[in-house]
């Protein structure tokens, strides 16, 4: 067998096992959603299938509401209410490590929030189903990675999460 052949055919075989890595690692990971549904207990206290991910894109930023399917869940909504003042707390120091943790560091709209945190106003408010924190700025750049981000979440958390 000449050089040319045993090359080629090493090339081959490298192409096939990067193909068959390739397809085992996608198999394994599965979707976006799969991986937050799979994931979202290690950064949520509560149960997500029993929540709904509310996200309203305003003039001015955003409103991240997160609240109970049951209204009557008491331990559910207490979980989302304690979940959401500990990340409107870490939002506005501009750590946004727990959507990172779940979602991806390289999620869009995060790095800018993260860097411009001085600039976006985060406020937290129970609700008598859950808890909603609000995102506000004036600065155009924060403003539409508010968006980005509230899109990215939208497309994750899947039948879970809703826009309005």
């Known amino acids: 067998m000449s050089q040319d052949s045993r090359s080629a055919r090493r090339v081959a075989a ?4 990067v193909l068959v890595v390739t397809a085992s690692l996608a198999a394994c990971a599965g979707t976006r959603q799969q991986h937050v549904h799979r994931m979202g207990h290690t950064v949520m206290p509560f ?3 029993r929540a709904v991910h509310v996200f309203e894109m305003t003039e001015s930023g955003g409103v991240m509401r997160v609240v109970s399917k049951d209204p009557r869940a008491t331990r559910q909504i207490a979980l989302i209410q304690q979940h ?3 990340e409107a707390a870490r939002f ?5 490590g727990d959507p990172a943790k779940l979602h991806g560091a390289d999620m869009p709209g995060l790095a800018e929030l993260e860097a411009g945190a001085s600039e976006v106003e985060v ?10 924190i ?3 700025t004036a600065d155009l750049h924060l403003l539409t990675a508010v968006h980005r981000w509230f899109g990215a979440q939208l497309s994750e958390h899947g039948a879970d999460a809703r826009a309005e």
């Open 123 to 132: 406020s937290y408010a129970a609700l008598p189903a859950g808890a909603e």
């Open 84 to 86: 959401l003042q500990h």
């Open 14 to 17: 490298s192409v096939v096992v």
């Open 47 to 49: 149960d997500m299938s």
């Open 134 to 136: 609000t995102f506000e």
């Open 92 to 96: 506005q120091q501009g750590d946004y």
